[in-house]
């Protein structure tokens, strides 16, 4: 860490130079503005302009990528906040029709990003999203709520043989991933410019970290109810031989899981400790559950319980992730003073 001295202007003007090499780094010259932000802590972060612009841009060269490898940048370039993306190809030649689709495969995935611009050689996406249209309290109660939704279909379809209920589940897989990415995206452009947190809203940018990890364990979720809504398009016939005491057991603990995992994001986002010690006791309460259902089955055959036991996992992997999230928020709130904390 640098230390500076802080010397005396006048009678009530503090100064302190700034560093040469970031001055240089970041081309703040005699003259130049920067804006000063007073965050949590004692903090003061120091912003030139160029941080300070949303229309930061990038070029991918195409040429040596792969479709994948080509989709997978675009996709990178949009969480670290970029507002234009080109997609080049090599001097002399154009782009393939591979990477033509891999920009298009990129759009329909990402929240608010649209071809502008296209060209033989190169393709200009831009992204539309507004930072202050979006909090990310409201993104991941969005996200945990798409992924609530997707786990009611999926296990609604394995108990009444409805193929296009877990169709529908497995089809909103997708509209959870944009909500994921675009939450990276507000992190990210969040941290790398201060002024934005307050925009997402938040004071300071201390929360961010946490909300990264959050934001992670709702993705996989999401992924744990696309589980089960595979299983129940896989099952044959879609019918299933469970009996319906057993499936009345199940839905009983998945809307378990679902309160715990609710819970534990509105711990995060109320900065709730009581809230997180809440989910913890119901996930102690329920760490027994999936043991007895399966305990409890009647003969099946062993493809028909390893679905069940595949459900039953899925679910429990949920509930442990909404646990990891009430840890998070416990650390959130405990940052904070409350009836249960002093900080001095």
Same mark, same amino acid.
């Given at each position: 860490?640098?230390?500076?001295?802080?010397?005396?202007?006048?009678?009530?003007?503090?100064?302190?130079?700034?560093?040469?090499?970031?001055?240089?780094?970041?081309?703040?010259?005699?003259?130049?503005?920067?804006?000063?932000?007073?965050?949590?802590?004692?903090?003061?972060?120091?912003?030139?302009?160029?941080?300070?612009?949303?229309?930061?841009?990038?070029?991918?060269?195409?040429?040596?990528?792969?479709?994948?490898?080509?989709?997978?940048?675009?996709?990178?370039?949009?969480?670290?906040?970029?507002?234009?993306?080109?997609?080049?190809?090599?001097?002399?030649?154009?782009?393939?029709?591979?990477?033509?689709?891999?920009?298009?495969?990129?759009?329909?995935?990402?929240?608010?990003?649209?071809?502008?611009?296209?060209?033989?050689?190169?393709?200009?996406?831009?992204?539309?999203?507004?930072?202050?249209?979006?909090?990310?309290?409201?993104?991941?109660?969005?996200?945990?709520?798409?992924?609530?939704?997707?786990?009611?279909?999926?296990?609604?379809?394995?108990?009444?043989?409805?193929?296009?209920?877990?169709?529908?589940?497995?089809?909103?897989?997708?509209?959870?991933?944009?909500?994921?990415?675009?939450?990276?995206?507000?992190?990210?452009?969040?941290?790398?410019?201060?002024?934005?947190?307050?925009?997402?809203?938040?004071?300071?940018?201390?929360?961010?970290?946490?909300?990264? #990890?959050?934001?992670?364990?709702? %993705?996989?979720?999401?992924? $744990? =109810? /696309?589980?089960?809504?595979?299983? +129940? !398009?896989?099952? @044959?016939?879609?019918?299933?031989?469970?009996?319906?005491?057993?499936?009345?057991?199940?839905?009983?603990?998945?809307?378990?899981?679902?309160?715990?995992?609710?819970?534990?994001?509105?711990?995060?986002?109320?900065?709730?400790?009581?809230?997180?010690?809440?989910?913890?006791?119901?996930?102690?309460?329920?760490?027994?559950?999936?043991?007895?259902?399966?305990?409890?089955?009647?003969?099946?055959?062993?493809?028909?319980?390893?679905?069940?036991?595949?459900?039953?996992? #899925?679910?429990?992997?949920?509930? %442990?992730?909404?646990?990891? $999230? =009430? /840890?998070?928020?416990?650390?959130? +709130? !405990?940052?904070? @003073?409350?009836?249960?904390?002093?900080?001095?």
């Amino acid at each position: 860490m640098e230390t500076r001295k802080v010397q005396r202007l006048g009678p009530s003007t503090l100064a302190m130079t700034l560093p040469a090499e970031w001055a240089k780094e970041h081309n703040v010259d005699k003259g130049d503005e920067v804006s000063l932000r007073m965050g949590g802590k004692g903090t003061l972060t120091v912003m030139p302009e160029s941080v300070q612009s949303e229309e930061s841009e990038a070029v991918i060269h195409a040429e040596g990528l792969g479709a994948d490898a080509l989709e997978r940048a675009i996709l990178s370039q949009y969480v670290l906040g970029r507002r234009v993306i080109h997609v080049e190809s090599a001097e002399d030649s154009t782009l393939s029709s591979e990477h033509i689709n891999a920009v298009y495969n990129a759009e329909t995935q990402l929240m608010g990003l649209g071809v502008v611009e296209e060209t033989p050689q190169r393709i200009a996406i831009r992204c539309s999203v507004d930072p202050e249209d979006f909090t990310l309290d409201n993104l991941l109660e969005r996200l945990e709520s798409t992924g609530a939704t997707m786990r009611n279909e999926a296990i609604k379809a394995l108990a009444h043989g409805n193929p296009d209920l877990a169709q529908r589940a497995l089809n909103r897989e997708r509209q959870a991933n944009k909500i994921f990415v675009l939450l990276l995206r507000l992190i990210f452009t969040s941290y790398q410019n201060p002024n934005l947190a307050r925009a997402v809203g938040l004071n300071d940018g201390f929360p961010l970290i946490g909300y990264r #990890s959050t934001a992670k364990n709702l %993705e996989l979720t999401a992924d $744990n =109810a /696309e589980d089960i809504a595979d299983i +129940a !398009l896989e099952t @044959e016939g879609n019918t299933r031989n469970v009996d319906d005491s057993t499936m009345r057991r199940i839905r009983e603990y998945t809307d378990e899981v679902n309160e715990m995992s609710q819970l534990a994001v509105e711990a995060a986002v109320e900065r709730d400790y009581d809230l997180a010690i809440e989910v913890r006791e119901r996930f102690s309460d329920s760490s027994d559950r999936v043991r007895d259902i399966l305990a409890d089955l009647d003969e099946l055959p062993n493809e028909e319980l390893l679905r069940v036991r595949e459900v039953l996992v #899925s679910l429990q992997q949920t509930a %442990e992730y909404a646990v990891r $999230n =009430a /840890e998070i928020a416990s650390n959130l +709130a !405990l940052n904070e @003073e409350s009836e249960h904390t002093t900080i001095s």
